[in-house]
């Protein structure tokens, strides 16, 4: 099976999934490989990308591991949660200038103050941030653009976390999840759930939060663009988005036919 970050990965960051990689993925898929959609975004913003995939009815694992959906029809699979109190105080004593969001699932977000435009997709609710504190969440987001992907390296590292989950963005974005809880942790229950196992998993990704998942599937790629700690993570590097990386990857298993069928195309990576 394949699991695919989305970000970097199958649309660039304009947002823009290429047709040629989008009818290699739709192929595979119809040819009865499953595809996992496996992203650090909230499923509201999946939601768009698994419909123009055209994917069959399935699971979606999405908010880096903490949310599993099947669709269509949508089905709240599992919501893993944890209390944001103590992260959200912390977070505001090291970094008073920070923008925290909490995901609503399937609805939006709820924010303490505005994310830069297009950054957060759904309805968006300005809350305190006693009042988003006040509730269990899925994933608390830190957001600064006016401080970099070092800052918020370092702040992460400052806050010592304890009991969560955390992953730097490629800007100053923070996500802070359930403790134990990764792309990886999530895609291992899907796979499961289906009758696989690790070694029957091709993932592919580009970011710090597809280091876990690399390293657990059976053949994990990075992206020629991702940064050298998440190639290191890799059992291989393909080339850049731009340059088709994600496509010569797929297509060097499952050919650029479908005309094999599907149990060879499950075996192909195992």
């Known amino acids: 099976m394949v699991a695919l970050d989305i970000d970097g990965t199958l649309v660039d960051h304009e947002g823009v999934l290429p047709e040629r990689l989008r009818r290699t993925v739709r192929r595979i898929a119809m040819a009865g490989v499953p ?17 123009e995939l055209e994917l069959p009815p399935g699971p979606a694992i999405s908010s880096n591991g903490a949310v599993t959906v099947q669709f269509p029809p949508f089905e709240l699979l599992t919501a893993a949660t944890f209390d944001p ?11 008073p200038s920070a923008a925290l969001a ?51 390296i370092a702040l992460a590292e400052r806050l010592g976390l304890h009991g969560v989950s955390y992953s730097v963005g490629w800007s100053a974005w923070l996500d802070i999840a359930p403790a ?7 895609l291992a229950g899907v796979v499961d759930a289906l009758g696989f196992t690790a070694s029957d998993v091709l ?17 994990g790629v990075a992206l020629g663009d991702a940064c050298a700690e998440v190639q290191a993570a890799a059992d291989d590097v393909t080339g850049c988005f731009a340059d088709g990386g994600t496509v010569a990857e797929l297509e060097r298993w499952f050919g650029r036919a479908s005309s094999r069928p599907a149990e060879q195309l499950r075996v192909a990576v195992g």
């Open 85 to 95: 109190s103590e992260v959200i105080e912390k977070v505001l004593r090291e970094h």
């Open 35 to 51: 595809v996992i959609l496996t992203t650090g975004r909230s499923w509201h913003a999946t939601r768009p990308v698994f419909e």
């Open 203 to 219: 993932a592919m990704g580009d970011g710090r939060n597809d280091i876990e998942m690399l390293r657990w599937a059976g053949r």
């Open 102 to 152: 909490a995901e609503v699932v399937g609805t939006g977000y709820r924010v303490t103050r505005a994310f830069p435009d297009g950054e957060l997709l759904g309805d968006i609710e300005v809350v305190t941030a006693d009042e988003l504190a006040g509730d269990d969440v899925s994933r608390i987001v830190v957001r600064d653009p006016d401080a970099s992907e070092h800052e918020f």
């Open 180 to 186: 134990g809880v990764n792309k990886a942790t999530g």
